[in-house]
């Protein structure tokens, strides 16, 4: 026969079984674009939110030298108001005989401190002056020679007036700050009469600079002076690009520290003296905020990926369980074997392929067993159909025999005056009626605890004052429905495992009450034997579990529990407290749901 060949790439294929075909079209077709288009997008996204990143800390620096800005002008217009103050200006500049006079003079001059207090962003301020007649105090120093050789003082004076900017210590405090420096001079003649300091707060400043998530620093004439952090290398000095423009962010790469950086710097307008804001960020700062945005991105179509690979295989193993199904039914009928598997469901290619499969090995078998085969198959047919209705009645048990025959036994001893054998005989049937008709549907409270209390009664009559019981409902449970066969079993382990064995004086206790969420709560508590804290925590364990090996005591304990959590959920089922000799005391939670009219609960 001759074979029909193909191109290079159908011959691939064509050796490649259906679900390696699958494969590998989701690889060529799917797998292989998305790993590209994960790789660019995530490049896209990196440089998108590194963008932003940037964007983000250039906004956050530009507003703090705005607010740096108006804490430098808030100064300037202070030393305005006091380069121009008369009263000032002439107590510098007279001389004055006594100490008395100096205090009397400083006594009219406390509007000073109005001036200090009206300037939240100002540390202090201070006059250095030239008239050596004055006392110093907190707002008047007299010039000694270190004071007048200081740079500081020299700047000032040479200015003639100008504010001037830069760093000093105070001479109080000894602490570093920025200051403002503006020389005075007596304005009938010009004569220079000393320097007005004021001291910027440090506070205001470290406080500006704590809130960036970068390390961000003010440099004033290209040395650090203040640190969002802690101070780097004593106030090293660092390069500074003197031709920034006002106002505006200046953005370049470098290296702090050994580690390469992204380094932003702001100048500060219309200030005499350089004042730059700075801040670095790290590369390894830039990678996590960055990153994590990417690993979403590669996570969503890794998920994709996986979920799309999933859906493959499953269609591919469900495609190749198909194929493998009427190939194997196929086999059949080529070994003469004509009684096919059951029919695919569908109504694709595979069903119709059955269909004529079936259609010729049911003409292939008619053909061979027309006559004979057929005969012999109908009286094998009805062999097997009388068997099994022999079998269905010789198994059948029929309860109202049962129910019959003890109430039979109940009227004859009613009949012979035993009125305890046949209340108890009674009671029995209830209870087998009530178990024989429970089925997986939940029934009536009131029902499950009527059929608890003909149990109980049939008990008390076995062990008379030895055993007493008491069901208190502390809730209205009319219309409310309860799995069938929880309460029972729990109340059988009180009497097999608590009473069974204690002298006269045993009581059981059931109370229906609900608890704060709205939650039903069924106590079974009695006074018998108890159980050791071992055996209580085994017996927590099993019901955690779900376990019962090497504790077969509490096989139906954990039945019940396992059973509530199954239909009702996990937050429900049940605990148990016990003490040797004191008793033990069950807790069942359900939830409180009414039975509809079908008889069955409202979904929970």
């Keep these: 026969m001759k074979k029909i060949n193909g191109p290079v790439s159908g011959n691939f294929l064509n050796r490649l079984k259906i679900k390696q075909k699958l494969l590998f079209i989701y690889s060529v077709a799917f797998l292989l674009p998305m790993v590209i288009i994960t790789v660019c997008l995530s490049s896209w996204f990196y440089g998108l939110l590194r963008n932003w990143r940037v964007e983000q800390a250039k906004t956050s ?7 740096l800005l108006d804490m430098i002008r808030s100064a300037e217009e202070l030393s305005d108001s006091l380069y121009i103050n008369r009263a000032v200006q002439d107590t510098i500049s007279r001389s004055f005989s006594t100490n008395q006079e100096v205090y009397d003079r400083y006594m009219e001059l406390d509007f000073l401190d109005d001036f200090l207090h009206a300037t939240t962003d100002v540390a202090s301020f201070r006059y250095y002056t030239e008239n050596q007649t004055l006392l110093d105090n907190s707002y008047f120093c007299k010039s000694t020679e270190d004071v007048r050789t200081s740079s500081w003082y020299k700047n000032a004076r040479a200015a003639a007036g100008k504010i001037t900017w830069q760093m000093k210590n105070d001479s109080i405090t000894s602490d570093r700050m920025l200051t403002l420096t503006r020389a005075v001079f007596r304005k009938p003649d010009g004569k220079f009469l000393g320097v007005l300091v004021i001291y910027l707060s440090n506070e205001k400043i470290q406080k500006l600079l704590s809130k960036h998530e970068n390390e961000t620093f003010l440099c004033v004439n290209g040395r650090i002076e203040y640190a969002s ?3 780097p290398d004593l106030r090293r000095p660092v390069l500074l690009n003197m031709n920034l423009e006002p106002d505006k962010t200046a953005i370049s790469d470098g290296e702090w520290g050994g580690e390469k950086v992204l380094a932003l710097m702001n100048a500060l307008s219309n200030v005499r003296g350089s004042i730059v804001l700075a801040q670095v960020i790290t590369q390894e700062n830039m990678v996590e905020a960055t990153s994590f945005g990417v690993l979403i991105c590669a996570a969503i179509m890794l998920v994709g ?3 799309s690979l999933f859906s493959i295989l499953l269609f591919s193993g469900y495609f190749s369980r198909r194929v493998d199904y009427v190939k194997g039914e196929i086999k059949k009928v080529v070994q003469n074997k004509f009684e096919l598997g059951p029919r695919l469901s569908g109504t694709d290619e595979f069903v119709e392929i059955y269909d004529s499969l079936e259609t010729t090995a049911n003409n292939i078998k ?3 067993d027309e006559v004979y085969q ?5 009286e094998k047919l009805l062999a097997r159909q009388n068997d099994i209705r022999f079998k269905m009645l010789a198994s059948q048990i029929n309860p109202h025999f049962l129910f019959n025959t003890l109430e039979t036994i109940r009227m004859q001893a009613l009949a012979d005056g035993n009125k305890e054998v046949a209340r108890t005989i009674k009671l029995l049937a209830k209870i087998l009626r009530h178990n024989l008709d429970a089925t997986d549907q939940p029934v009536p409270l009131v029902d499950e605890m009527e059929a608890v209390s003909n149990y109980l009664d049939i008990q008390h009559l076995r062990f008379a004052d030895r055993v007493s019981y008491d069901i208190m409902f502390m809730c209205n449970v009319d219309g409310i429905g309860i799995l069938p066969l929880l309460i029972q079993p729990l109340v059988e382990n009180s009497f097999s495992h608590g009473l069974e064995e204690r002298k006269p004086g045993g009581f059981i206790c ?9 939650s039903l709560l069924i106590r079974i508590s009695d006074n018998g034997c108890g159980m050791s804290e071992q055996k209580l925590e085994q017996l927590r364990s099993r019901l955690a579990t779900g376990t019962v090996e090497k504790f077969t005591t509490s096989i139906g304990m954990v039945n019940v529990n396992q059973r509530i959590k199954l239909y009702y959920g996990e937050k429900y089922g049940l605990q148990i407290e016990s003490r040797i000799n004191e008793g033990t005391e069950v807790v069942m939670k359900i939830p409180r749901v009414p039975l509809t009219g079908k008889g069955e609960v409202e979904d929970v």
């Excluded at 057929?374 to 109908?378: D, E, L, S, T, Y």
């Excluded at 059931?510 to 709205?518: A, S």
């Design 229 to 231: 952090g802690e101070l």
């Design 366 to 368: 008619t053909l061979i």
């Design 510 to 518: 059931i109370t229906i009450d609900t608890d704060d969420d709205g």
């Design 305 to 307: 990926a996986m979920v």
């Design 61 to 67: 620096i530009a507003h703090t030298s705005s607010l």
């Design 374 to 378: 057929h005969r012999i198959n109908r």
